[in-house]
């Protein structure tokens, strides 16, 4: 194997923050290397920085023994180096084609683009890679999990070295990194270098070769995969021992708060029923794209029912906005951060705050807005938000980060109902496990929490009953004594389960 590329003492100064101090990285032909670390060690911005995306302040590229400047993305992207992000930043109402050749697509000589050759290069580009995706679908008729695969399919078609992929299974199941790791397999016997940020060992320990480690942008140290273990891994992530991920769970539901019957919305959602208690927390499992966001898009009004009742207290309730939802206590923090929770040009308190004071003001009438600072800073203590201040953009905050800014939205309503939709997608082990005794917490107060979750180990271990959503239907309800991974995916999977 030969070097491919070698970062050497690399240092990004961002005001207030030094995101990388002095990290080196070298990455091999044929090599998948792991990037792990806490949310906000510099991860991004390492990868950030080989891609063109930031200039280092301090430290040097080489590119097979050559030394590089790297100056923009299209220089890298030249010279081979490829990003695949961890957010997603293609055009919603583009093709699956369009998305893939931006930039590249096939035109005539008058400057016409030629759809034909264009759909069928990229359909050969998806086949060739088993995406299983339609060339000529708009982008935002598909669930992030396939638009992540056209995010890679992208860089692939630019005969990239090196690909950069920035948490790119955070928000795919099981059996879609399976086939991510499948294709990165043959990345590899193509001599391709593959540098892979993930917060899941597991997939680490699957897919990658070498592991590098960072925290506060200082480089810990690098372990050949097959020599290392999860516990030295932890430890040189986060600086100590972590024993216990989950929780005891200590919450006693009380009696039934929330009654769904009958919901139901375009084929998506398909008459659905079901009723949690005051304190519980119930899981909502289901394979990506079964139906499980737009369930409680509903609940939460951010959708439009065609039709079902919701009963509140045994009082039928009247949702239609997300502002009547709010209202009654009920609260969701949504699955796309990017698109659906946060204005990212906005400073972290106004993203927690200030959006819902004015909201409730709307709705009550008064509300006293003086000590929105103090609820802002109370909210980046408890959830240990790592920024300069609570005026730092959250644009400029890590992707976990982000996350917790969400996070602290909902907490800060204080909500009877607090609806999840996948809490701790890209969230780091030790940042995980203060969100599960938090969501513990909040229930053994008398929150209700409806908890959808991809990590079937964090449905099981925190809820008290699962609720498996299939094809929009509800396939079964399964108690905490039934819960377990094969009988939940008995459930999302198999065509014809017999009860
Ligand atoms: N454009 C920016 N301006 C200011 N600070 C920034 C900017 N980009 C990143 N940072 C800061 O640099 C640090 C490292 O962030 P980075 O995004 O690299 O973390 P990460 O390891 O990728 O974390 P995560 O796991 O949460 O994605 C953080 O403190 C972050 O707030
Ligand atoms: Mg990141």
């Not at 005969?159 to 499948?182: C, G, Q, W, Y």
């Not at 193509?190 to 480690?213: M, N, P, T």
């Not at 891994?233 to 216990?244: A, N, P, S």
């Not at 949702?319 to 009547?324: G, L, N, Q």
Request: glycine share 8%; with cysteine.
């Amino acid at each position: 194997m030969g070097e491919l590329l070698y970062a050497q003492g690399i240092t990004k100064i961002f005001p207030g923050v030094k995101a990388l101090d002095n990290v080196s990285m070298r990455i091999c032909d044929g090599e998948v290397l792991g990037l792990l670390g806490e949310n906000g060690a510099g991860k991004s911005t390492l990868l950030n920085v080989l891609s063109g995306t930031y200039k280092q302040d301090h430290g040097e590229i080489f590119l097979k023994g050559e030394k590089i400047n790297i100056e923009t993305k299209q220089n890298a992207l030249d010279m081979g180096i490829a990003i695949v992000y961890q957010e997603l930043k293609l055009h919603p109402n583009l093709t699956v084609a369009e998305n893939i050749f931006m930039g590249r697509l096939p035109k005539n000589r008058f400057g016409t683009i030629q759809y034909k050759q264009l759909f069928k290069q990229a359909q050969e580009l998806l086949d060739f890679y088993q995406f299983d995706i339609d060339a000529k679908k708009e982008l935002s008729m598909l669930p992030i999990a396939d638009c992540q695969m056209v995010e890679i399919a992208k860089s692939l078609s630019r005969n990239a070295k090196v690909i950069l992929m920035d948490e790119p299974t955070s928000s795919l199941l099981s059996h879609e990194v399976e086939r991510l790791f499948e294709i990165i397999k043959d990345l590899k016997t193509k001599g391709i270098g593959v540098v892979f940020i993930s917060h899941k060992l597991d997939e680490i320990a699957s897919c990658c070769d070498r592991v590098q480690v960072l925290r506060d942008g200082k480089d810990v140290g690098t372990r050949n995969v097959s020599e290392t273990n999860e516990n030295e891994l932890v430890k040189m992530m986060v600086g100590r021992e972590i024993t216990d991920v989950f929780p005891k769970k200590t919450n006693v539901p009380g009696e039934t708060i929330l009654e769904v019957r009958g919901l139901n919305r375009d084929g998506k959602v398909k008459n659905v029923s079901f009723s949690v208690r005051k304190g519980e927390v119930f899981g909502i499992a289901g394979l990506v794209g079964a139906g499980r966001s737009e369930l409680v898009r509903l609940i939460f009004g951010a959708d439009k029912k065609d039709y079902g009742e919701i009963f509140l207290k045994g009082k039928k309730i009247n949702i239609k906005s997300p502002s009547d939802a709010i209202k009654h206590g009920i609260f969701l923090v949504p699955e796309d951060r990017k698109l659906q929770g946060l204005v990212l040009q906005q400073d972290i308190e106004w993203n927690i705050v200030l959006p819902l004071i004015y909201k409730l003001q709307k709705i009550l009438g008064y509300v006293d807005t003086s000590n929105s600072r103090e609820m802002a800073e109370k909210q980046v203590k408890r959830l240990d938000i790592k920024c300069t201040s609570r005026a730092q953009k959250v644009v400029t905050l890590s992707g976990g980060n982000q996350q917790k800014v969400v996070i602290g939205k909902c907490l800060q309503t204080a909500p009877e109902i607090m609806i999840l939709d996948d809490p701790t997608r890209g969230i780091d082990v030790g940042t995980k496990s203060e969100i599960y005794n938090l969501i513990n917490e909040i229930a053994c107060r008398g929150t209700t929490i409806i908890l959808i979750s991809s990590e079937l180990p964090e449905v099981i271990k925190l809820s008290d009953r699962v609720a498996v959503i299939r094809d929009g239907e509800m396939r079964a309800i399964l108690n905490s004594g039934d819960l377990s991974q094969e009988s939940i995916i008995k459930y999302a999977i198999e065509e014809d389960v017999k009860k």
